[in-house]
Structure formats: structure tokens, C-alpha cells
């Protein structure tokens, strides 16, 4: 039931582009991404509910394909402040908000 | 400032004695969650609450306890500690059981068991 994220690593040079995925085999209601730097607490960057809408944060955006149970997360042009480990979290209609997390796919961005 | 305090930040305790960490907030949010975080597991849910006195367990309550007596505060125990309890342990904050705002989260409490 744990949503399946992939890849589980990446290295980037500033400046390029990344995807990460996120597929869960439940329904979903919606799909956050949240980012955690070392040492730090996770922190919100955006939410998707279904209806396959697309958000934009900055240079970051998201996608949510309900039909798939998959969502992927896009980051442009990154920059060193991208470093970190990007955590999908799932929720399905009803669960009282709880997510279930993926494993997180660690993000390097080098100069 | 951020709206959600855990304490104690680290504590080093003995196996088979009781832990409580605490999870206290100032946002006036319904919902709390407790999560616990391993290294190749991710974020998994101990406990949450969608209420003062309400609570359910999550994925992986066996050996924790939960109590919410005030809005503000979340509180997890550890009835026995063992070994296998060591880990970070996470407490976020939501204001809608919808699923349709994001977590904040709290910033931790790294828990060994020796």
C-alpha cells in the first residue's frame, strides 16, 4: 500500500532537470510532496487532488494522473537549494487525512 | 513561530521503561498525527487524532499509546521501550481531515533505546 517512488536517487549539475514519480495501486483522493533536507523536518511544497490537475511552485510543479493512481513531481533548471529528499505521501477519500508515504528519492544537485 | 513544538529534541532511554514525547501546537488545528522515520521506510503513522479524546492507530501503533486531552496537545508513549523503537519520531498538523491541505510538521525527536 506504501506508494512506490522512483528513482531512488539522483544526481543532478545545477541547472538541469529532474522527474521523480510517485504510483500508488490504491484510489486516490489526493498526493502531497514534501521535501526534507538532512537532519531537518519534512517541508510542504504542494498538493494535488484528484481531477489530474497540474501546480506550479516556482520552478517545481506536479502532476496527478487519478486514472493511474500516479504523480510525478518536475523540477526545472534546479539550483543547489533542490538538495534533499523529496517524499510523496498518499491519501484516499475518507482517511481522515492520514497520508502514506513513499521512501523518498534523494535528490543531489551539484555546481 | 512555526506553530508546532515536539519535546524533548532527544532522548536516550533503557529498554523496557516508558517513554512520552510530546507534540504541542498554537494553530488551533484538528488534526494531529504521530509518525515514525527509518532509514529505507520513510514517514509511517503511529496514531492520529481528529479530535480532543479522538484517536485511531495508523500503520504501525503496536506498542505506542496516544492521549489528546486539549486541542493543543498530542502526546505518544512508548508503554515498554525495546530496541526497535529507536528512530526519529515526527509529529505534523493538518487543519482539514480532507486531505486537502498540507501537513506541517514538527521538528522531531530522535529516540534511542539501549
Known amino acids: 500500500q506504501q506508494p512506490v517512488q522512483s528513482p531512488q536517487a539522483v544526481i543532478l549539475r545545477e541547472g538541469e532537470d529532474a522527474v521523480i514519480n510517485c504510483s500508488s495501486s490504491k484510489a486516490l483522493y489526493s498526493v502531497h510532496w514534501y521535501r526534507q533536507k538532512h537532519g531537518e523536518a519534512p517541508v510542504f511544497l504542494m498538493i494535488l487532488l484528484k481531477g489530474g490537475e497540474q501546480k506550479g511552485h516556482d520552478k517545481i510543479s506536479a502532476s496527478f494522473n487519478e486514472k493511474k493512481q500516479q504523480s510525478s513531481l518536475y523540477l526545472t533548471a534546479s539550483q543547489l537549494s533542490y538538495s534533499g529528499t523529496y517524499f510523496c505521501g498518499t491519501g484516499a477519500a475518507g482517511s481522515q487525512g492520514n497520508l502514506i508515504f513513499g521512501k523518498g528519492t534523494k535528490l543531489s544537485v551539484k555546481p | 513561530d512555526a506553530g508546532i513544538t515536539q519535546s524533548p529534541r532527544h532522548k536516550v532511554t533503557e529498554t523496557g521503561t516508558p517513554v512520552t514525547l510530546r507534540c504541542h501546537q498554537t494553530e488551533n488545528h484538528r488534526y494531529m498525527y504521530w509518525y515514525r522515520q527509518d532509514p529505507g521506510h520513510g514517514l509511517r503513522l503511529i496514531h492520529y487524532?481528529?479530535?480532543?479524546?479522538?484517536?485511531d492507530k495508523g500503520e504501525v501503533s503496536d506498542g505506542y499509546s496516544v492521549s489528546r486531552s486539549k486541542t493543543e496537545d498530542f502526546l505518544l508513549t512508548l508503554e515498554s521501550a525495546t530496541s526497535s523503537q529507536t528512530s526519529v519520531y515526527f509529529c505534523?498538523?493538518?487543519?482539514?481531515?480532507?486531505?486537502?491541505?498540507?501537513?506541517?510538521f514538527g521538528s522531531g525527536t530522535r529516540l534511542t533505546v539501549v
Open positions: 487524532s481528529y479530535g480532543v479524546k479522538d484517536t
Open positions: 505534523a498538523i493538518s487543519e482539514s481531515g480532507l486531505g486537502n491541505y498540507g501537513y506541517t
